[in-house]
């Protein structure tokens, strides 16, 4: 998620660009595409984002047992995920109507039970109405409480099963557990025009499929979208599937790497695609809404990003990688594919860099329960630091100062970043200071020795999800140092440490 706008430098006037951009099934405006006098994009640059045909490449057997997880119960927010459930892959077919914002959905889960017991529950919006539910082609019985779909049918330890259920209505975001001025609201969002749009950290995916919410449990998606011609839906992964029929553009996406629930993507409306590439050939693609001309040199840097960060953090975690651009006024990380709203800030190459430092950060390997949320925070904010100093976006020395003056107010209002009040979800805590922190560490190790093993960490952990007695371990062991103080007083101290790392 991107940092929070009210303590940066960079926070002047915000710019509302995506007014009359997504703008409906009729009458929309020519796309720009290479030519165009006065347009953005640049015909001789290889790198220059001209309007392209969506690549569309065969869908794979998904390997179950990549998405195999230890889920546990939440320890800031309890009442969503069910640590009885290991989901493993969610195949979703969904239909939108944009006139009468409905959603018309069968969903298919397979998962594992990871204990014996009489009932099992996943969460799942409450303004949706569910028909028919089976488990294993048996109808079963269920009852809702709440965003609680509760099934009502005995499991044993261990086994697969294949849960499938029909449900239908207007999905509503859920309120966040949040004060931050980008975002109230979780999940399935609506704009004027009936497009949509998800961002769903720490949760809410709910709001649009039934899903075991909470980030230990990873699985693999094969998501089916049905919209009104010209519109289009988009999702994480790889596009397998894209053709119109009677009026309607059917897509399939599919993400053979696991990923948490909180990023996964979901976003309709009327999208032309681009794309560049990266020094290494990975494809990079850009979904924006139909007709945008601002910005689009501010989103090619991405494939350059990805170049930069490799160089640090190793090689890009996934297959693919794309970004869809929103009607929100946030960002996300989501795997694979980016959400981005429609503001100057957040499509700012810095803003861009960070969601693609959680690729590694945040999506190749993810916290396990939301009080290590700074796992992800962290090392992205003191990425964007580096990159903002190395493209003259803002000196080093001058962000950490100001991180480093802010650091004792932020624990005081927000609480310390992995002990957080849970009604200030991702508060700027869990960003600055174990920015902060990581930076101590890096100055102590030198650049070499810290990238090292911040890229054996991911690669010791490649699609899993983590908590801190692990990070720190494998700090510890690695650099050879006596860390538990240090790292102690930076995530759970009440008060800004000194600065350096004793014995390093
Ligand atoms: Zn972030």
């Known amino acids: 998620m991107r940092p929070p706008r009210h303590h940066r430098r960079a926070a002047a006037a915000v710019g509302l660009v995506v007014a009359g951009l997504l703008s409906g099934c009729s009458g929309t405006a020519p796309d720009p595409g290479d030519l165009r006098p006065g347009g953005t994009a640049r015909p001789d640059d290889e790198g220059s984002l001209g309007s392209s045909p ?103 330890a261990d086994r697969r099963y294949e849960l499938s259920l029909d449900y239908v209505g207007t999905p509503r975001p859920t309120p966040a557990p949040t004060t931050r001025g980008d975002f109230s609201t979780t999940g399935f969002t609506v704009t004027d025009s009936g497009a949509v749009w998800t961002m769903q950290e720490p949760y809410g995916a709910f709001t649009w499929y039934p899903v075991n919410d909470q980030p230990s449990d990873k699985a693999l998606y094969d998501v089916t979208v049905h919209v009104p011609a010209p519109w289009i839906g988009i999702s994480n992964g790889r596009l397998t599937a894209l053709g119109t029929e ?51 040199d501010e989103l090619r840097t991405a494939a350059a990003t990805v170049d930069w960060i490799e160089a640090r953090l190793g090689p890009y975690p996934f297959d693919t990688l794309g970004m869809v651009v929103t009607d ?59 990159y903002e100093d190395d493209h003259d976006i803002a000196p080093l020395r001058n962000t950490l100062g100001a991180a480093r003056n802010a650091d004792q107010g932020l624990r005081d209002t927000y609480g310390p970043p992995g002990d957080y009040d849970p009604e200030q979800f991702g508060g700027s805590n869990i960003y600055y200071s174990p920015a902060l922190m990581w930076n101590e560490l890096r100055v102590a190790l030198g650049d070499e020795e810290f990238f090292r093993i911040a890229r054996s960490w ?29 790292f102690d007083a930076w995530i759970t101290g009440t008060t800004t440490p000194a600065r350096g790392v004793p014995d390093a």
């Open 458 to 486: 991911l690669a010791d952990h490649d699609g899993t999800s983590v908590g801190r007695e692990q990070v720190f371990e494998h700090w510890e062991s690695e650099t050879g140092l006596e860390l538990t103080d240090f």
């Open 246 to 296: 009677d009026g309607t553009t059917t897509t399939s996406w599919q993400l053979t790497e696991p990923a948490s629930s909180y990023l996964v993507t979901l976003a309709i409306g009327d999208y032309a695609h681009r794309s560049n590439t990266t020094e290494d050939g990975l494809r990079v693609d850009y979904w924006t809404p139909r007709g945008m001309v601002q910005h689009l």
């Open 328 to 386: 929100s006024q946030s960002a996300m990380e989501t795997q694979t594919m980016l959400t981005l709203g429609s503001n100057d800030y957040v499509l700012s190459p810095q803003v861009v860099a960070h969601e693609l430092v959680h690729q590694w950060y945040g999506d190749q390997v993810s916290p396990d329960d939301w009080r290590d949320v700074w796992l992800n925070e962290g090392m992205t904010m003191l990425m964007q630091w580096l």
């Open 54 to 156: 969506a690549p569309v490449s065969d869908p794979v057997e998904q390997d179950l047992d990549l998405a195999l997880s230890t889920p546990r119960e939440d320890s800031v927010y309890p009442d969503v995920g069910d640590p009885r459930v290991d989901a493993l892959l969610y195949d979703l077919d969904l239909t939108w109507s944009p006139d009468d914002r409905r959603l018309d959905a069968h969903a298919v889960v397979t998962f594992r039970a990871t204990r014996r017991a009489r009932a099992f529950q996943l969460d799942l919006g409450q303004g949706l109405t569910v028909g028919d539910v089976r488990l294993d082609g048996e109808p079963v019985r269920f009852a809702r409480r709440g965003k609680d779909l509760v099934v009502r049918a005995a499991v044993r």
